[in-house]
């Protein structure tokens, strides 16, 4: 599950910060998160978008701390694609947000996202389902890495509610 906090809401915009968690239908586990330098963003030719920016000054100060600080952008999608590895699915709410920015990201620094686009999966969708799972959130809206633990967590319960499901049919 990825989860990206940007300066924007199109393709070229700044990302400012990228959470990530792996989790199958028996939970979440390993986790990706960094910070990326807002500067690091500019010289690589993305864009600041003002009403973005005053979104952000408007929110509490630990989502606001992502704006500030961070590593290279380069270094920071590097990164990234090391962690991804060989996973078969990338989830976001929705791809055509978190996938589209990121892979405009990579392409800025002369790099090629880790995924290929049929391994996208949409969290909007199975969140919307009548099954979809009801999980409290934890920790701090718009932090990358909470809101994509959250995310991970209800496509988690969702898939494992859909089994059960499944297998009381196949009981009857
Ligand atoms: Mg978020």
Redesign the pocket.
């Known amino acids: 599950m990825l989860?990206?906090?940007t300066l924007g809401l199109e393709p070229g915009a700044s990302v400012v910060s990228i959470?990530a968690v792996r989790f199958d239908e028996s939970g979440v586990g390993d986790t990706f998160e960094r910070s990326i330098s807002l500067t690091s963003c500019q010289r690589a030719g993305l864009t600041i978008d003002a009403e973005t920016l005053e979104w952000w000054l408007a929110q509490d100060g630990e989502a606001l701390d992502q704006l500030s600080g961070g590593d290279p952008l380069a270094r920071v999608l590097e990164a990234f694609s090391e962690w991804y590895g060989d996973a078969d699915q990338i989830w976001a709410?929705s791809p055509s947000f978190d996938c589209e920015l990121l892979e405009t990201a990579y392409h800025a620094v002369d790099r090629d996202e880790p995924w290929m686009f049929y391994e996208e999966r949409d969290f909007r969708t199975i969140s919307s389902l009548p099954v979809a799972a009801d999980v409290e959130f934890e920790g701090v809206?718009?932090?990358?890495l909470?809101?994509?633990v959250h995310q991970a967590e209800v496509v988690s319960k969702t898939l494992a509610g859909i089994e059960e499901i499944r297998a009381r049919g196949e009981s009857a």
């Open positions: 989860d990206i906090e959470g709410n809206e718009h932090d990358a909470d809101d994509a």
